[in-house]
């Protein structure tokens, strides 16, 4: 089975750091450029970060820009999220999410432009003194 | 900056077509994709590639994009289908964008 399972949520005060891992299973990892999207509690869907398969491309909202960092090990097929000097509206649930599509019985890395295809379940981060 | 705009709620009757537009500038040159997802889920992607449906997804789910709107429809649209609906697309400036988000209700 294709699953994500995020963990490393929780209460932090801020300007504290947590990192967020993502453990994937069921597919080849290291095929699939990664993301993290976050949801602030009863508000939209808004994407933190992204990286290509082979950590070689790296983007950031402007919003985390600085103070959050994205990295990967594809022999762990883990996915990672480093947040530091984190604010109030870093609050949120925190998704990380594999980019492609599978159709008619085969799965596809896509391009940059793709969708994210497999969500994991998400983790809490909550900041607050 | 980008932007992708949503109507913040839209009404159906069960068994009618529900359309969810999605609007941004220029997004018919970019791919749009749609995603669904139920209080206290995590998001399902609904639609890639401006029109096409992931596997396991019923096809009365359907897309475009042309112009500066992308559309999701659901044809002969079912209780379980009440959700949020966000729109997503790739923007070379600033990364991904998600839209506004519409409710869908299934009257």
């Known amino acids: 089975e294709v699953q994500l399972v995020e963990s490393g949520g929780g209460l932090v005060k801020p300007g504290g750091s947590l990192r967020l891992s993502c453990a994937a299973s069921g597919f080849t990892f290291s095929s699939y450029s990664m993301n993290w999207v976050r949801q602030a509690p009863g508000k939209g869907l808004e994407w933190v970060s992204s990286?290509?398969?082979?950590?070689?491309?790296?983007y950031y909202a402007d919003s985390v820009k600085g103070r959050f960092t994205i990295s990967r090990d594809n022999a762990k097929n883990s996915l990672y999220l480093q947040m530091n000097s984190l604010r109030a509206e870093d609050t949120a649930v925190y998704y990380c999410a594999r980019q492609g599509y599978c159709s008619g019985g085969s799965c596809y890395s896509g391009g940059r432009d793709d969708a994210f295809d497999i969500w994991g379940q998400g983790t809490m981060v909550t900041v607050s003194s | 900056s980008y932007e992708l705009t949503q109507p913040p709620s839209v009404s159906v009757s069960p068994g009618q077509t529900a359309s969810i537009t999605c609007s941004g500038d220029k997004l018919g040159d970019k791919y749009a994709c749609w995603y669904q997802q139920k209080p206290g889920q995590s998001p399902v992607l609904v639609i890639y590639?401006?029109?096409k449906r992931p596997s396991g997804i019923p096809e009365r789910f359907s897309g475009s994009n042309s112009g500066n709107t992308a559309t999701l429809t659901i044809s002969g649209t079912q209780a379980m289908d009440e959700a949020d609906y966000y729109c997503q697309a790739w923007d070379s400036s600033i990364g991904y964008v998600f839209g506004t988000g519409t409710k869908v209700t299934v009257l």
């Open positions: 590639q401006d029109s």
């Open positions: 990286i290509s398969s082979s950590s070689s491309y790296i």
